[in-house]
C-alpha cells in the first residue's frame, strides 16, 4: 500500500460514523452512516475532451453554485452513506415525496389554465362588445360599454418617499412602507414592506393601505411598471410610497373585476405601452394616460358576477399553491432529518 494510500484511510478511519435523527424502525440498531469515497458509490463515464487547453480525460461540468466543476474531482470526494437497503428506503421515501408534489404541481397548473381560459370566454375579445359566455342571468342583458378607468375610480394617490431606516418588514404594532414588489406577482403582498424607524419619517407617511382599492405601480423596470393587485383588507400600519399609487372606486363599481382586466395579460400588456421614459432600466406612466385607459365592463350586477366566479378559482389555486409549499417544506425538513449533519451528529 502506498503512502497516499494510508494516509487517505487513516484520515478516513478518524472520522466517527454518523447517525441521522430519524430513522426506519428497521434501520435503528443499525450501524452508523460511514464516509466514503464517492466513487465507491459511482463510476465515471469519461469522454474525451477535444479542448486543447484541458487533459484529455479531463471532463467537466457546469455548477451553478461553483461555476465549471471537473468531474475527476467530483469523483473522487467523500460522502457519508449507509448501507444500500437503507440507502434504497430513504430513496423511496422521498421519491413518493415527489410524486405527490409533481401530482400537486399539476393541479395547480390545470387550474391556472383553467382560469385563464375561462377568462378568455368571461371576457370580450378585440372588436368584440359581449364574451362568448355569460352567466344565465346575464344572457339578455346587452352589449358590454367601452369607458375611460376614470369613470370606475374616484383618483389615484400616492404616498411618499421615506427614510426607512432598516429593511426589515414592520411587525403589526410598527409602521411601514410598502416595496413595490409588494404588487409585481399581481397579488397583494403585505410583508413585502420596510420599517420606519425614525420619527420626523414617520410623520410624513400619508396615504394607509386600504382595502377595496387597487394598488398599481407608476415608476419601475419597463416589465414591471404598471403592475397592479387588489387589497381585499386594509393594514392601517402600511402606506404607499411615491412609486405607488391606489386606485379608489367609485360607488357601484366591484373592484375586483376592475382588478381582473387590469391585472391580466391583456391589460398589463396595455398598461405596458402606456410607459415613458428616457432611461432603458427605469419607465414610467402618467396619471392622465391611466385615467383615459380604457376598460370594457357590463353592469355592476354582472362585473360582481363575474369577480365571484374568478376569485373562488384564484382562492382555489392558493389553496393549492399552499400545499404545494407545504409538502416542499415538509420534503425538507425530512431530509434534514434523515440525512445525518457533519456539524450536529450523534455518533455511535
Avoid at 10 to 27: G, N, Q
Avoid at 301 to 320: G, V
Wanted: aromatic residues 6%; positive net charge; contains cysteine.
Amino acid at each position: 500500500m502506498s503512502s497516499k494510500t494510508k494516509t487517505t484511510t487513516t484520515k478516513a478511519e478518524t472520522i466517527p460514523s454518523l447517525v441521522p435523527k430519524l430513522r426506519f424502525p428497521e434501520f435503528r440498531g443499525s450501524e452508523g452512516w460511514h464516509v466514503m469515497k464517492l466513487n465507491a458509490l459511482l463510476y465515471e463515464a469519461k469522454h474525451r475532451n477535444r479542448t486543447l487547453e484541458l487533459g484529455p480525460s479531463d471532463v467537466l461540468s457546469v455548477s451553478g453554485e461553483y461555476g465549471c466543476v471537473n468531474n475527476a474531482d467530483v469523483i473522487k470526494g467523500g460522502i457519508c452513506a449507509p448501507k444500500l437497503p437503507e440507502q434504497q428506503k430513504i430513496a423511496e421515501c422521498l421519491s413518493s415525496v415527489d410524486v405527490l408534489m409533481a401530482a400537486q404541481a399539476r393541479k395547480v397548473d390545470t387550474l391556472k389554465t383553467h382560469k385563464s381560459g375561462l377568462m378568455q370566454q368571461l371576457f370580450p375579445r378585440e372588436g368584440e362588445t359581449q364574451p362568448r359566455l355569460r352567466f344565465p342571468e346575464f344572457q339578455n342583458a346587452g352589449e358590454w360599454v367601452e369607458s375611460p378607468l376614470s369613470k370606475f375610480i374616484l383618483s389615484l394617490d400616492a404616498g411618499v418617499s421615506v427614510n426607512s431606516g432598516d429593511s426589515r418588514p414592520a411587525s403589526k404594532t410598527e409602521f411601514g412602507v410598502l416595496k413595490t414588489s409588494a404588487i409585481t406577482k399581481g397579488q397583494f403582498e403585505p410583508e413585502e414592506n420596510k420599517v420606519v424607524l425614525a420619527k420626523d419619517e414617520l410623520s410624513r407617511l400619508r396615504e394607509p393601505v386600504t382595502g377595496g382599492t387597487i394598488i398599481m405601480c407608476r415608476k419601475n423596470t419597463p416589465s414591471l411598471v404598471g403592475s397592479n393587485a387588489y387589497v381585499e383588507s386594509s393594514h392601517e400600519n402600511l402606506f404607499l410610497p411615491d412609486l405607488l399609487w391606489a386606485a379608489k372606486p367609485r360607488e357601484g363599481v366591484s373592484m375586483r373585476f376592475l382588478a381582473f382586466i387590469l391585472g391580466s395579460d391583456k391589460g398589463r400588456a396595455a398598461l405596458t405601452k402606456l410607459a415613458k421614459g428616457s432611461s432603458a432600466s427605469m419607465s414610467n406612466i402618467t396619471k392622465p394616460e391611466v385615467l383615459a385607459f380604457s376598460v370594457m365592463a357590463p353592469l355592476p350586477a354582472e362585473q360582481q358576477r363575474i369577480a365571484s366566479c374568478l376569485t373562488s378559482l384564484d382562492d382555489l389555486i392558493t389553496a393549492r399553491t399552499q400545499k404545494l409549499e407545504a409538502l416542499k417544506t415538509h420534503k425538507k425538513g425530512l431530509m434534514q432529518q434523515l440525512f445525518p449533519s457533519p456539524d450536529e451528529h450523534t455518533t455511535l
